[in-house]
């Protein structure tokens, strides 16, 4: 291989969100990044990094890291450019680079990029939760009804934002109003360790599978003490700040929230899965409000690990525009995946919605 003709091209990016969207960091109503675009194996890849500040890189550090990695990759060529890119630091601008030349490689040899990442099994889509934002319990119930009537049978109820009373009504009146599905709450890190605990013996009653981050990132110990009950302890925030490793260690929960562009790649995100499969977790997929690059290969990890849980793919309603056409639309609660080769097929892919 000729180191020289390992070429970059970077291309940034911005897409205008449906509604404004509350993060750690504020409210954002943009999502921007970079398209990142390789050529190996006499194929091209498009990879994409949307960093989200509290999740992962700023975005002028994004930039940064990827410019580097340009010139890294035009020297010495790609693959020493991808191992300079580390993944808790920058994990966004590697998921760019890691995406593209997965893209590229699996075009090279020609099968979907699942089952370039590993996936044994044709899989034609993957469940999909739907997300009962924060709302009064008329909204939360109109919100889960119709999830229900689209065909969703999973729903993630987003907690703490009110009281836990408040909270304990709306998901009562969810359960009331939605009896055959699966419910899940989100309490994004909110509630202290007295919250937690009550909270968590309530949403038993009304049989919620999980609560994802209960308490704030740091507290590992605390998620550790949750466990044991009928509600499981998922962890989302707490793996962008410890790593995988060390909530594994530490036991801090019984699911793991896997986001690709947290985790510093679609690559980085299924051996988090594999590792949390062979500790006996379960793991779901889910993304950072990406575009369809990002959005589509976090499908395909999901798929090369298949069966999962239902994941937390249903996203592209967030933006008000795309990059490209959608080739995993959400049909009936499922996303599809899409069959033609590498990551966002040619033509936008397989299926005709
Ligand atoms: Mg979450």
Not at 155 to 173: I, Q, W
Request: with cysteine; hydrophobic share 40%; aromatic share 4%.
């Amino acid at each position: 291989m000729t180191a020289e003709c390992d070429r970059v091209d970077l291309e940034p990016f911005s897409l205008r969100l449906a509604r404004p969207l509350d993060t750690a960091r504020g409210t954002i109503d943009h999502r921007e990044g970079f398209l990142v675009r390789v050529a190996c194996d006499g194929e091209s890849g498009v990879g994409e990094a949307t960093p989200l500040p509290g999740w992962t890189e700023s975005l002028d550090d994004c930039e940064a890291a990827l410019e580097r990695a340009t010139e890294r990759a035009g020297s010495d060529g790609y693959e020493a450019a991808l191992d300079a890119l580390d993944a808790r630091e920058t994990p966004a601008a590697r998921h760019g680079l890691s995406l593209a030349l997965a893209d590229a490689r699996a075009r090279a040899t020609d099968e979907p990029l699942y089952r370039y990442l590993g996936g044994e099994a044709e899989v034609d889509a993957v469940p999909v939760n739907a997300t009962v934002g924060d709302g009064d319990v008329e909204t939360s119930v109109a919100d889960a009804e119709s999830a229900v009537d689209e065909g969703f049978d999973c729903l993630k109820v987003k907690v703490g934002a009110r009281s836990l009373t408040a909270d304990f009504d709306r998901v009562e009146a969810v359960r009331e109003a939605c009896p055959d599905a699966t419910l899940r709450a989100d309490a994004n890190g909110s509630w202290d360790r007295e919250t937690a605990r009550r909270a968590m013996g309530q949403f038993g009653g009304h049989g919620v599978e999980y609560v994802e981050q209960p308490l704030p990132t740091g507290d590992l110990t605390g998620h550790a003490d949750l466990r044991g009950g009928p509600v499981g302890v998922a962890l989302d925030e707490s793996l962008g700040e410890h790593g995988v490793d060390a909530v594994l260690a530490a036991g801090a929960a019984d699911v793991l929230v896997l986001k690709p562009m947290a985790l510093g790649g679609p690559d980085r995100a299924r051996d988090a899965a594999l590792r949390a499969r062979e500790a006996g977790l379960e793991a779901v997929v889910t993304t950072t409000i990406d575009a369809v690059y990002a959005r589509t290969a976090a499908v395909h990890v999901a798929a090369s690990l298949a069966p999962l849980p239902a994941c937390g793919l249903a996203t592209a309603d967030f933006l008000a525009e795309d990059l490209a056409s959608d080739p995993a639309p959400v049909v009936h609660g499922a996303v599809t995946v899409p069959e033609g080769k590498g990551n966002v097929p040619a033509g936008g892919g397989s299926s005709s919605a």
